[in-house]
């Protein structure tokens, strides 16, 4: 066996533990978040978000610097600066912006749960705007995942209230942004590459939220407690920008298809961390509806061509 042979043998092994290392620092985002919201009204979603995505920023503009310095691609078009701007803004601030949100009045498992669906609003979308026909697997996988969900927020809204309807519609929101970020983005990745389209649009994502911040400022944002600044740094590196450029790595070695595949870990990780750290409720209707919706979210991202 040649070494170049053996490289190639490694290259799924390492993209798996790329992946499910993602998995594992994105699951703990929504953790984060409830945390610094039990610090009281004080820690507003956006304030929150703010302070993620000022810390994050400058990693990601350190990756365009280097990135540009090589000099191995072209420059960004005029076309694909706007497609930038508009791909930054839905995929990674709007969507962020209404995932942070939600989690004011909903449990990080059931967070994970409704957002992992956004494999399934690709399909569904892109059959209703792109005419794309819906196979009967995916179609059956899609009423399995959707009827998990329905049995988590059942589940939930009789211990949690009406809250949870208003929660559970603004992650929704979040999914569908998300959905429609990927389908837009594939193109633009396969000719920038996974690294420099990241960089590209979480800079503009951060720079959307920090615009967002600065309209409606907040003055007690420099008076926080220091945990508050700590857990922003943590959200911010550990569960923002390693994960982004992991997930990256992990699509270059392995492909998008199965790195969605396994990547669809993470809601069951949140679920379990959640139980640990949060004391929330893990109960055997939660279980079921977390294994329905992942069985559909397998069977639809198996789908994909990776």
């Known amino acids: 066996m040649t070494t170049q042979t053996a490289i190639s043998d490694q290259r799924p092994i390492i993209g798996l533990l790329f992946v499910i290392s993602a998995a594992f620092a ?16 004080q820690v507003t979603p956006i304030m929150l978000m703010a302070l993620r995505m000022l810390m994050s920023l400058p990693f990601f503009i350190a990756t365009i610097v280097i990135l540009e310095r090589r000099r191995n691609h072209p420059p960004l078009s005029r076309k694909d600066q ?41 399909v569904l ?47 929704f929101g979040s999914a569908t942004a998300f959905a429609v970020y990927l389908m837009g983005s594939g193109e633009m990745i396969r000719r920038l590459g ?27 944002v ?6 508050i600044y700590a857990l922003a740094f943590f959200m911010a590196v550990v569960s923002t920008v390693i994960p ?37 409720q893990l109960t055997t209707i ?3 509806g977390a294994a329905l919706v992942m069985a559909g979210v397998f069977v639809v991202s198996g789908n994909k061509k990776g």
């Open 26 to 41: 994105f699951s703990t985002k929504a953790i984060i978040i409830k945390v610094a919201y039990g610090y009281g009204a």
């Open 82 to 122: 706007l497609r930038l701007v508009a791909l930054g803004g839905i995929g990674f601030y709007l969507a962020a912006f209404l995932d942070f949100l939600e989690l004011s009045y909903i449990s990080a498992s059931l967070e994970r749960l409704i957002l992992l669906l956004y494999p399934t609003l690709v």
């Open 125 to 171: 979308f892109s059959a209703f705007f792109l005419g794309r026909q819906i196979k009967a697997k995916e179609l059956i996988a899609l009423s399995v995942s959707y009827i998990g969900i329905i049995i988590v927020f059942y589940q939930e809204l009789a211990m949690a209230g009406s809250n949870i309807i208003l929660g559970s519609a603004l992650i």
């Open 194 to 220: 996974a690294t420099r389209f990241t960089a590209y649009a979480m800079t503009l994502s951060c720079i959307a939220t920090l615009i967002h911040f600065s309209l409606d400022f907040d003055s007690t």
């Open 222 to 227: 420099i008076a926080l407690p220091i945990d």
């Open 244 to 280: 982004a450029f992991l997930m990256s790595a992990g699509i270059h070695h392995m492909g998008a298809g199965p790195a969605s595949i396994i990547s669809a870990m993470g809601p069951v990780m949140t679920i379990f961390i959640a139980y640990l750290i949060l004391d929330e």
């Open 286 to 288: 939660q279980v079921l």
